[in-house]
């Protein structure tokens, strides 16, 4: 493959050096321009922003006009015909995507210039301790509360020097030519790949500066609130002495007024988690006034490949309390599987002794016969199919031709789709699939934990289909089958919720361990990052495994909960306008970042030539031998007088090191996930001559290791790998904190044959290679070839990986289809602008909804009836036309009709409320701003809140657009509360078509796009239902309520944020989010006779009152 890309390159060129090639005379013209800035006074520098302002705004006035004259003719004729206003709406929205085109034009243009600015404002900061201006407000307000503004008299002074993350830093950067090339590339809406050390951070500020100028908002979105907080105060100077503001969403509570001022900044800092919940939260708002987010304009994303790959199989999820969410069986079956792994466990070391004897003559070089040989490794597969991790059997899979074997006898079983298998399982009591992370019950394991006075199907699901076969056909009368029916089917989910929770126990006690997946602290099981070594505060497993794991740390089990708004990173990430990233890694990744995203990558060249020596990896054969060597070549590379920062994938291992460390009287610092908080001291103290930190994974990412003295002269920092990772990257990553800047450094990895990367993806090739080589205990390998197979191995993992997040997106792309047009309608409901358009839609589709049910039938009774029930209305049509005419004609009447009506009962209502309000107006007007104005249907009652003064200026008018807001707001969140739940059962009921040789995607996709019709059918017989009913109870100013703030008419709920993954992870920090208004029920203040529903109709009709006037009054 290799001589094939080199040959292409050969012939075409190489893609990334033609893109730089295009790039080269911008910088050439950036810096014609820097020079020309030089001569220019301070004030002159920073009046150079609003010139460029005043270009954007001239470029784009036209178009801006022309929206303005659009929505002028829509708020003018409130009587426009929908059709019309649909039309105009269109016209609006072409637009607003002209003007983002025309906006880009204008930036591509003043580029040079713009750019030219921040490096000279940059210059300017390096070479001056202060610079002196002109004060205007925004100096005078940022001098109020920064240390490096000062105001004296007409004068504002600018230090060099503020305070960044708790430490005082001196200005001491300029943007060299190659980070120039890096802010083009972010300004294209592309990843720019920069290695460690050539200050991403800074090149940032060119594209945000630039993009920032439009006034739109630009997103600086980072993996941790450190980061976040650290760079806003860092770079924040350098916008901020231009009259930008900066703020961090980080440093704000959700929902706060100070959150939302953070967006309306111009340059907002903050972690992709906060931004995607934001999104959520803003699409359960109550009020527009409580929206924190604008539109989605330009995003920089640093660490892109850790935000946008490695978080991207974890959706963002805010949760709520769910029915019996606590409710659970873990503490019941806890001592049964304590019980059936312990059995396992048994025969296991059993069996496995059985094949060390068997073998024993194999790994001293002679050899067996060919049943032996059959049967112990049929014993090594029953115990690496029963228990993979355990010790002694990864420790004997390292001997020579063991791992063959296993994977010889492997193949054979696997044969004709695995038929032979369910020899190997029978003896085990459940059997564990590492690769795809299952786990099952076998029937010995059955047996084991039923007991003997309990029912012996007590673990086994009945067979639905056979068994309501035999009730069918059975001579039990109707009800009696029915019953049966019943009984039957909750049976069966007792038992499958049964079933679950002993295999999510077993998941937690043979597959989930303490201190490498998660670590318990504060009496709470939290969940370690794979990728970083860091705690996720909040995230929890999903599907009941987080309770499990609970259970078995003997911790507090918390209760279940239910999604309420959902989001995958990468689908938030996609609504952005323009969407780029940076990352010392991207290129690996290439692939996926275009296919998913169509993000292009660009490798920048580094501004000197890195002079960091990678070595080949050292193989030893086992762990023990493998950390011995690591601690002498500590030993060894301290004596030199170079600093040691050493990798590791487990929070364990790091233990286990500074363990050994210790024994040997070598001072070292750990670095994390239960130490985070000391992150940057402990970095920032990794570059001194003979130090020794431990990092788990890619702790620490994002701040410098600068080298302390003495360090280059003796070979620089040495970075030394513990295990190669699954992910090609997180080892490119670590290599990369050395050399930095041009500095000399050297990195090394060590492997040995028990590693999970070898153990699981570790090919046939290499067990054989090492068989052939003969190696000893203490021996070690280092050959190209090796390292170049474990390469192969994680790009293996790495397309495993890739496929598993394509899936994700492929079934979350369904959801987001669906979550667009839900939060569309949601968000023309709290505006209220296209509210209108969405409910003579929603009557239309309602009316199409109930002729096309009973027209087919010709049943005109069924059809007057739902009229009556649904609509409140007598039909339009007579029975002989209901039979002799068209389904279209029959729609088109019925929809005037039902417009006329709502038309009609909206003017009886805002008459009946206008003089109640004059009054309050007239009288209170200083005491209420908002009022409550309780509407009924009859059955449910709405509290609506209205804005007094429009309620008085509009004539009532306004209560009817405040009851439409607050009927859609309630209806929607409701209905798509309940059709989240539904699409996660249908998620994980189509796993099961896989059986049927279908493709559950396909499945999925049917049978959501089912759901979604029956939801919005449901939300828009609902919506129209009330609102063609409603009428007001209320007679009289006494019995009007204030509402001083609207969002308390609707009760608040904790609520969580969290984040999930396939069955892994969801998360909740909790946080008070205001919901819906809930349809309560007291009931409305009549001031006619009430009649019982029951009763004869007082009209003498001899019908029930509610099938007569009580239905149409309702």
């Keep these: 493959m290799g001589v094939v890309n080199k040959l292409f390159k ?25 020079e020309k800035l030089k001569t220019l006074s301070n004030d002159e520098l920073r009046q150079k922003t609003a010139e460029f ?139 720019a790949e920069m290695q460690t050390g050539e200050g991403k951070t800074l090149v940032a500020t060119l594209p945000v500066y630039l993009n920032a100028l439009a006034g739109k908002g630009v997103h600086l979105v980072t993996v941790n609130d450190y980061l976040a907080k650290r760079d806003s105060e860092w770079m924040g100077p350098l916008f901020e002495f231009h009259g930008l503001r900066v703020d961090c969403i980080d440093k704000h509570q959700p929902n706060s007024y100070e959150r939302k001022m953070a967006y309306l900044a111009d340059v907002t800092y903050g972690t992709n988690n906060e931004f995607g919940f934001d999104y959520l939260r803003d699409n359960m708002a109550v009020r527009p006034e409580d929206l924190v987010q604008r539109e989605h304009h330009y ?287 991207a290129i690996t990744e290439a692939g996926e970042f275009w296919e998913i995203y169509k993000l292009d990558v660009v490798s920048i060249p580094t501004n000197k030539p890195i002079a960091r020596i990678d070595k080949e990896d050292l193989v030893y054969k086992t762990k023990r031998e493998k950390y011995k060597a690591i601690i002498d070549e500590i030993e060894r590379t301290v004596k030199e007088g170079r600093p040691v920062l050493v990798g590791t994938t487990s929070v364990e291992v790091s233990e286990l090191l500074g363990k050994m460390l210790k024994l040997k009287g070598i001072k070292h610092q750990i670095l994390n996930a239960k130490r985070h908080k000391q992150e940057a001291e402990i970095v920032a103290k990794a570059g001194m001559p003979g130090t020794v930190t431990i990092a788990t994974n890619m702790a620490g990412r994002g701040t410098d290791i600068k080298l302390g003295p003495g360090v280059k002269e003796a070979g620089g920092l040495a970075i030394i790998g513990t295990e190669r990772h699954e992910s090609r990257r997180v080892d490119r990553q670590l290599r990369g904190r050395a050399g930095r800047q041009g500095d000399p450094g050297s990195s090394q990895f060590f492997v040995s044959l028990e590693d999970d990367l070898m153990r699981l993806f570790g090919s046939e090739r290499i067990a054989r290679l090492m068989d052939r080589i003969g190696l000893e205990e203490g021996e070690v390998i280092q050959h190209s070839m090796i390292t170049k197979s474990i390469e192969r191995a994680q790009k293996k993992v790495e397309e495993n990986n890739f496929g598993i997040r394509k899936r994700l997106l492929e079934y979350d792309d369904v959801m987001n289809a669906q979550r667009e047009v839900i939060y569309t309608k949601r968000k023309h409901a709290l505006f209220g602008e296209r509210l209108g358009l969405d409910i003579a839609n929603a009557m239309y589709d309602v009316c199409e909804s109930i002729v096309n049910e009973y027209h087919p039938q010709k049943d005109y009774e069924a059809f007057k009836f739902e009229l009556l029930s649904t609509l409140g209305i007598e039909s339009p049509v007579s029975e002989e036309e209901f039979l002799n005419q068209s389904s279209e004609e029959i729609i088109q009447k019925l929809y005037q009709t039902l417009r006329e009506e709502y038309h009609r009962k909206s003017q009886i209502v805002a008459k009946t409320a206008y003089p109640v309000i004059k009054d309050v107006f007239e009288n209170q007007s200083a005491v209420y701003k908002n009022i409550v104005v309780p509407l009924t249907d009859g059955i449910k009652t709405i509290q609506v809140v209205v804005d007094l003064e429009k309620a008085y200026q509009t004539e009532g008018k306004e209560v009817l657009n405040a009851l439409e807001r607050s009927v859609m707001l309630a209806i929607i969140d409701e209905e798509w509360k309940e059709h989240l739940r539904e699409m996660d059962d249908l998620r994980q009921s189509v796993q099961s078509a896989v059986y049927e040789q279908k493709d559950p995607l396909l499945v999925y996709k049917f049978e959501s796009f089912e759901l979604f019709k029956k939801m919005l059918d449901k939300i828009n017989k609902e919506v129209v239902s009330f609102l063609v009913k409603a009428n007001l109870p209320i007679q009289n100013p006494q019995e009007i309520q204030e509402a001083k703030q609207a969002p308390e008419a609707a009760p608040k709920q904790s609520l969580q944020t969290s984040r999930t993954g396939l069955p892994e992870f969801s998360s909740p920090t909790s946080t008070n989010i205001p919901t819906p208004p809930q349809e309560r029920k007291p009931q409305p203040v009549r001031v006619e006779k009430k009649v019982n529903p029951n009763a004869p109709c007082p009209c003498g009709s001899g019908k029930k009152y509610k099938h007569c006037h009580g239905k149409v009054k309702a």
């Design 53 to 191: 302002k005043k270009i954007i705004a001239d470029s784009t006035k036209e178009i801006v006009a022309q929206i303005s004259s659009l929505q002028k003719k829509i708020d003018d004729n409130p009587e426009l015909e929908i059709d019309e206003k649909e039309a105009i709406y269109e016209q609006i929205d072409k637009l607003k995507k002209q003007e983002l085109e025309k906006i880009e034009e204008t930036l591509d243009k003043i580029l040079p210039q713009a750019f030219a600015v921040v490096k000279e404002t940059a210059r300017r900061f390096k070479e001056n301790e202060v610079l002196e201006v002109t004060a205007t407000e925004f100096d005078k307000e940022l001098a109020s509360h920064k240390t490096n503004v000062e105001i004296e008299g007409e004068k504002a002074l600018w230090h060099n020097r503020w305070m960044a993350a708790g430490n005082e830093i001196v200005w001491d950067m300029v943007h060299y030519d190659v980070q120039l090339i890096g802010g083009v590339v972010l300004h294209q809406g592309k990843i």
């Design 299 to 585: 995003a920089i994303v640093d660490e892109v490949d850790s935000v946008l790959i490695d978080d991207a199989r974890t959706p963002l999820i805010i949760s709520g309390p769910t029915s019996g969410g606590d409710k659970h069986e873990f503490l019941e079956y806890k001592p049964k599987v304590e019980k059936l792994v312990s059995a396992q466990k048994q025969y296991i070391n059993t069996i496995l002794a059985d094949a060390k004897k068997m073998l024993k003559p194999v790994i001293e070089g002679q050899k067996i016969d060919k049943k032996t040989e059959q049967e112990a490794g049929l014993k090594l597969l029953r115990a690496y199919r029963g228990l993979p991790k355990n010790k002694a059997l990864i420790k004997f899979l390292s001997e020579p031709g063991m791992k063959a074997l296993l994977q010889k006898t492997e193949n054979y079983y696997l044969q004709d789709n695995a038929k032979e298998m369910p020899k190997v399982d029978e003896e085990l009591y459940f059997v564990i699939d590492e690769k795809t992370n299952a786990i099952e019950l076998t029937e010995k394991g059955i047996e084991l934990i039923t007991d003997a006075t309990q029912d012996p199907q007590f673990f086994i699901l009945p067979d639905i289909g056979s068994r309501i076969a035999e009730i069918e056909k059975s001579n039990l009368p109707p009800e009696e089958k029915l019953k049966q029916k019943d009984e039957l089917l909750r049976d069966y989910a007792v038992k499958s919720e049964r079933i679950h929770t002993v295999n999510q126990l077993l998941r937690a006690y043979t597959m989930f361990e303490k201190d490498v997946e998660y670590v318990v602290m504060d009496n709470k099981v939290k969940i370690v990052d794979e990728q970083t070594g860091r705690i996720m505060e909040g995230r929890r497993y999903s599907d009941g495994l987080h309770q499990a794991i609970e259970a078995k740390e003997n911790v507090t089990i918390e209760a279940a909960t239910q999604t309420y708004a959902t989001i995958t990173l990468q689908n938030y990430f996609r609504m952005y306008h323009k969407l780029a990233g940076m990352t010392g890694t």
């Design 10 to 34: 050969s012939l075409f060129g190489d893609k990334n050096q033609k893109d730089i090639q295009k790039i080269l005379p911008v910088v050439e013209e950036i810096n014609r321009e820097f």
